[in-house]
């Protein structure tokens, strides 16, 4: 007997909230898109659509030239 492997279709968070704009001043929200080694998140995985992506990763690339997030976490 085979096992049956359930996907659930990931759905955009912003979309969701009907977030227009995602600032690289809320550090606390692009935290959450990060890895433990400070990498982003792919969009297969956080189920971001693409334009938000883009934006998610612009904001992360300006936060990070601030010093707003670190590029790597210390450990």
Do not use: W
């Amino acid at each position: 007997m085979e096992k049956k492997v359930f996907h659930r279709k990931n759905v955009c968070r912003f979309c969701n909230e009907k977030k227009k704009d995602i600032s690289f001043k809320e550090t606390y929200l692009l935290k959450g898109f990060l890895t433990e080694r400070g990498k982003i998140i792919p969009r297969r995985i956080s189920g971001n659509c693409s334009s938000h992506q883009k934006a998610l990763t612009r904001a992360v690339k300006r936060s990070r030239s601030i010093a707003f997030l670190a590029f790597v976490e210390e450990r």
